[in-house]
T-cell receptor, first 112, second 114 residues
Framework: EAQVTQNPRYLITVTGKKLTVTCSQN?????MSWYRQDPGLGLRQIYY???????DKGDVPEGYKVSRKEKRNFPLILESPSPNQTSLYFC???????????FGQGTRLTVV | AQSVTQPDIHITVSEGASLELRCNYS??????LFWYVQSPGQGLQLLLK??????LVQGIKGFEAEFKRSQSSFNLRKPSVHWSDAAEYFC????????????FGAGTILRVKS
């Protein structure tokens, strides 16, 4: 089954403790991205990757890092999480310029 | 840059009544347009999409949307709402020149009265 898998689904952590949210897709998609969803703001793109070793900032990249060492994986790294990063995070993937975007189930992160 | 406006934060309709959710976008050329639905505690589900061609698009769950270039709108409609339609709805726009980035509206929360 074609899917985008995020882990964990839920995470509560403390300020400053590094964490990684994993994202994996099984569709051989070139394009992957991360979004955060906040009430009243919809989803906003954090980072994206056009292919292996090619990443770039989205609209809200501050406080986040990503890497794309393999085509299927695109982890989101929070080196020093802060409470304002409490949010619902979605990973997405698609073929280049296909317009058909597949979303993961989301990761609800709480930073206390 | 692309932008999307969903003017209604909340909408309440009675079960069985018709529904229209508004979406306006800002983009110079013909965009890709999407409607997603998110039930409480759930992920995003694609309802329908418009890339080109017929401006009236049919989606899942009985939803449809109409692309009106002159009004820069892509409103979502359903003739008869069911209680299970209560959810948050997001309009999104993409464009070939921006790769696969989607820009989302702020969302509209739909409540259904029985």
């Amino acid at each position: 089954e074609a899917q985008v898998t995020q882990n964990p689904r839920y995470l509560i952590t403390v300020t400053g403790k590094k964490l990684t949210v994993t994202c994996s897709q099984n569709m051989n998609h070139e394009y992957m991205s991360w979004y955060r969803q906040d009430p009243g703001l919809g989803l906003r793109q954090i980072y994206y990757s056009m292919n292996v070793e090619v990443t770039d900032k989205g609209d809200v990249p501050e406080g986040y890092k990503v890497s794309r060492k393999e085509k299927r994986n695109f982890p989101l790294i929070l080196e020093s999480p802060s409470p304002n990063q409490t949010s619902l995070y979605f990973c997405a993937s698609s073929l280049a310029n296909s317009g058909r975007v597949f979303f993961g189930q989301g990761t609800r992160l709480t930073v206390v | 840059a692309q932008s999307v406006t969903q003017p209604d934060i909340h909408i309440t309709v009675s079960e069985g009544a018709s529904l229209e959710l508004r979406c306006n976008y800002s983009y110079g050329a013909t965009p890709y347009l999407f409607w997603y639905v998110q039930s409480p505690g759930q992920g995003l589900q694609l309802l329908l999409k418009y890339f080109s061609g017929d401006t009236l698009v049919q989606g899942i769950k009985g939803f449809e949307a109409e692309f009106k270039r002159s009004q820069s709108s892509f409103n979502l409609r359903k003739p008869s709402v069911h209680w299970s339609d209560a959810a948050e709805y997001f309009c999104a726009v993409g464009a070939e020149e921006y790769g696969n980035k989607l820009v989302f509206g702020a969302g509209t929360i739909l409540r259904v009265k029985s």
